[in-house]
């Protein structure tokens, strides 16, 4: 079954780092990404990255956040660093293959404490 398996995330105080990974399963990926979403609030962008490596990054997270992929792997990887409060949400991957078809994980919090 085509799928994306997520792993990382937890708890950390402010200041501090976690990271993300994003493994796709079934499928060859040709964007890959993470979107986050509070309570309350929209689901965004956090960044994404093509098979390419063309990268792109939501202006809240730019210099803090880097995206990364290892194609071999067919997995993406997230490493947060300096972590806000605000950083706070669930993290959600994405993926499109080559038909444009999309995949969602099913979600890792992440929680930045002050």
């Known amino acids: 079954q085509a799928q994306v398996v997520e792993s990382g995330g937890g708890s950390v105080q402010a200041g501090g780092s976690l990271g993300l990974s994003c493994a796709a399963h079934?499928?060859?990926?040709?964007?890959m990404g993470w979107y986050r979403q509070a309570p309350g609030r929209q689901r965004d962008l956090v960044a994404l990255?093509?098979?390419?490596?063309?990268?792109e990054y939501a202006l809240s997270v730019k210099d803090r956040f880097t995206i990364s992929r290892d194609n071999a792997k067919n997995t993406v990887y997230l490493q947060m660093n300096s972590l806000k409060p605000e950083d706070t949400a669930v993290y959600f991957c994405?993926?499109?293959?080559?038909?444009?078809?999309?995949?969602w994980g099913q979600g890792t919090q992440v929680t930045v404490s002050s």
């Open positions: 994405h993926a499109k293959d080559r038909y444009g078809t999309d995949f």
């Open positions: 079934g499928f060859t990926f040709t964007i």
């Open positions: 990255i093509t098979t390419g490596g063309t990268t």
